[in-house]
């Protein structure tokens, strides 16, 4: 930025013949080195006497009269008359038609401020303090300035008188805030203070408008005023920050609310952004993008130089705020500005609003960041002390998962500002959960943004790469020249050097040889030094040592990352590799192929061992069915037990157990299984009721004969005894005891007739 004494030559000021209305006082002594506001003066003033003569040939001394007073140095009577103080006219962009005065009323503007500039410590102040148009006049450009982005866009005379006026601006600022100028011309910083504070000259929004304003031109100025305003503590100062970051959380709601459509029960309450036009209006847009822009950068200013407000910021939310909003209004924005033929009629607003959207979401990824690094501080801060760094490392992953649900602006951030490096810049301090981080990788890396995003920066990269190798070519192949006018050819052996690139262990190896040698690199620019070099560590070093890199590589960040290639997906297994052979020309031979029917047949024939020796429907049916014999083949018994189906039912009937006795109290044996024939699954039911009728009478004849119960026989034990009422022997009870203990180790007699009934007619028991 140029001088002040420079831009002011440039603008063919009037000089000081010309400026009339201006008037100096210089009457301040201070013999005694008093604060200006402990000092009071003698003013002289000539009064009219009041016997003075009404004859006109009086002489003066005869009508007027000298009076002295003492009043404070710092009053309203040291002030000349009729003095006039401009204000400035501000730009605008959305109708440059409209800007035609705008040279003419700031070179005003710019007279009263080098007026005040012009003025002794004690009139400047007299001017401060009792002067109501100079307050009017410093506030009307601190409402509406030109933000440095934008002083491109104005033309070369307006360009010239706004940079004059935001330098004088800058003066009169900083001597406002400087209150000793010389031993003699002093104020207390309190006393000064105060007084800014109480004619509205000072306070937080024009403090964060001044750090916006200089921050990158006037650092020093900028420190100073907020080591003024900041370093004594006070509640209304705090109060103010509290209701700055409220102002903050509702602009972006009501922003949202204007861009993206209220919800219907929303509370909409009013901001310096009208409601939505029912037309497109260019205007409206860049209302609301200036808006945004201007809150956010207010906001990173606060974090940035009162890192106190951070706290309250969290508390409040605001970090979380920020994905939401930056997911849904600038998606909305570019959606509703796309391919607009009013834009296309105005391309100089076209350009500035999209350059606004785009300061505005590096803003909000930048305040976002704030957070982060403001939980790293901490954290290191709080070394020796797990349980407070735990509360900001949990704050930390608190952040980037949130972020998680927003796409766009998660992969924004992730592409400016490497998760990665945050979580090894976390490690290195404190315990951190490598699940978690883990996690919160690789869904960045998985959505589809991050993906486009690899994909464009891949292409950048290879564009960079292929002007790296043409550079290094260009270098390799360049002769010098000498001061007699010939060139020196390089010596050649008649033998062609090739450059072989080298694998990726020499690669790493590399760059792990550069970087210990410089910790503070970053691998992605050694890497790009090694690929400038030929991959030759000593050449690297030696360059950086020299500072004599190559001027592609001065502008690279020196602490750039390297970002790894993406792992290359797994190669599906395939049944076949290649074309595949084409062994029929069309479905229909396909269909009919039966090469595999040989193979299946043999198959289902070598697992048949056995086939029936007779046929079911041989006229011999009646005859064997009469006969009650089966011919069964001659197999083996091995064999019949291996493929009898009803093998598992046979051996696991228990029906049948030695030392079981009838009613008689013989002993049973298991009647001989017969052979069954086929035929006796149906049996004639006629023969069947005459069988069981038979067998029912035996049995009733043995109950009802009245004949007393047999002895025991030898070998049987006697559990019968006498008849009831005459006692029983005490072997008698010791059996009946045994039999009752035992008697469930074998099956009763109804199931072992039931099921050899069931075996009988060729059913199998259950």
Not at 225 to 230: A, D, M, N, W
Not at 633 to 649: A, F, M, S, V
């Amino acid at each position: 930025m140029e001088e002040l004494s420079e831009i002011v030559k440039n603008l063919e000021l009037e000089n000081e013949e010309d400026c009339t209305d201006y008037e100096y006082i210089n009457v301040f002594k201070n013999p005694n080195k008093l604060p200006i506001n402990q000092i009071h003066l003698e003013k002289t003033d000539i009064e009219l006497r009041r016997d003075a003569p009404w004859d006109s040939s009086s002489s003066a001394e005869t009508c007027f009269e000298r009076k002295k007073h003492t009043i404070p140095a710092l009053s309203r009577s040291w002030l000349p008359e009729s003095v006039r103080f401009h204000k400035y006219e501000p730009y605008n962009f959305t109708m440059t038609k409209e800007n035609t005065s705008f040279v003419k009323n700031n070179k005003l503007f710019l007279q009263s401020l080098h007026y005040l500039l012009s003025c002794n410590y004690h009139q400047f102040w007299c001017f401060v303090l009792f002067e109501p148009k100079v307050s009017l006049s410093l506030h009307s450009f601190l409402l509406s300035p030109v933000a440095p982005h934008l002083i491109k866009n104005l033309d070369e005379e307006q360009a010239s008188v706004y940079l004059a006026v935001f330098s004088q601006f800058r003066r009169v600022y900083q001597r406002l805030v400087t209150f000793q100028e010389t031993e003699s011309e002093f104020m207390a910083d309190s006393v000064g203070l105060k007084f800014l504070l109480d004619k509205k000259l000072l306070n937080l929004p024009i403090v964060i408008t001044l750090i916006i304003l200089y921050h990158e031109t006037n650092l020093e100025f900028v420190n100073d005023l907020v080591g003024l305003y900041f370093n004594e503590k006070s509640v209304f100062r705090d109060k103010e920050i509290e209701e700055m970051l409220d102002q903050v959380v509702l602009t972006l709601e009501m922003v949202g609310g204007h861009v993206c459509g209220f919800e219907p029960d929303a509370v909409i309450v009013p901001i310096a952004v009208e409601e939505k036009p029912p037309v497109f209006n260019p205007g409206w847009v860049y209302s609301v993008v200036d808006y945004l822009l201007n809150t956010m950068s207010a906001l990173h200013m606060l974090l940035k130089f009162y890192k106190s407000a951070m706290s309250v910021a969290l508390a409040k939310g605001i970090p979380y705020r920020l994905s939401f909003t930056y997911e849904k209004v600038f998606y909305q924005l570019y959606d509703y500005v796309n391919e607009r033929p009013e834009l296309e009629r105005n391309p100089k607003l076209a350009e500035i609003i999209f350059e606004e959207i785009a300061l505005s979401r590096s803003e909000f990824i930048d305040i976002y960041n704030t957070f982060v690094s403001y939980c790293l501080d901490k954290t290191l801060e709080f070394s020796g002390d797990p349980l407070h760094q735990e509360e900001f490392v949990e704050i930390y992953l608190k952040l980037m998962t949130s972020a998680l649900e927003d796409e766009y602006f998660i992969c924004d951030y992730h592409e400016r500002y490497d998760v990665g490096s945050h979580n090894e810049m976390f490690s290195s301090c404190t315990e951190l959960d490598q699940t978690r981080t883990d996690y919160i990788l690789s869904c960045i890396t998985c959505l589809r943004r991050h993906n486009r995003l690899w994909k464009t920066l891949k292409s950048e990269l290879g564009t960079l790469n292929k002007a790296i190798e043409k550079y290094a070519r260009s270098k390799k192949v360049r002769t010098d020249v000498q001061e007699n006018g010939y060139e020196e050819q390089p010596v050649s052996n008649g033998v062609e050097t090739l450059f072989v690139p080298p694998s990726d262990d020499d690669i790493e190896n590399s760059i792990k040889i550069v970087v210990d040698m410089f910790p503070h690199l970053g691998d992605g620019f050694v890497l790009q030094c090694l690929e400038a070099y030929n991959y030759e560590p000593s050449d690297v070093i030696t360059a950086i040592l020299e500072e004599n890199l190559p001027p592609h590589l001065v502008d690279i960040p020196f602490d750039q990352i390297r970002i790894p290639p993406e792992p290359q997906p797994e190669q599906p297994i395939l049944a076949y590799r290649g074309k595949k052979q084409q062994e029929f020309d069309d479905a229909l031979k396909l269909l009919n192929d039966k090469k595999d029917m040989k193979e299946i047949k043999t198959f289902i024939l070598d697992g048949i061992q056995y086939t029936n020796a007779y046929d079911d429907y041989d006229d011999e049916f009646d005859d064997r069915l009469d006969d009650g014999t089966v011919p069964v083949p001659d197999h083996g018994t091995e064999d019949i037990l291996k493929y009898n189906p009803n093998y598992d039912d046979v051996v696991s009937d228990t029906s049948y157990s030695e030392n079981e006795y009838d009613e008689q109290g013989q002993v049973l044996t298991a009647p001989e299984v017969k052979p069954r024939g086929k035929g006796n699954f149906c049996e004639d039911p006629a023969v069947v009721r005459e069988r069981m009728e038979a067998r029912r009478r035996v049995q009733g004849r043995g109950h009802h004969s009245g004949a007393k119960p047999k002895a025991p026989a030898q070998g049987q034990k006697d559990v019968v005894g006498k008849p009831k009422g005459q006692g029983q022997e005490k072997n008698v009870l010791q059996n009946r005891h045994k039999k009752g203990v035992h008697k469930s180790s074998r099956a009763n007699h109804n199931r072992k007739s039931g099921a050899q009934w069931k075996r009988n007619k060729g059913m199998l028991p259950s």
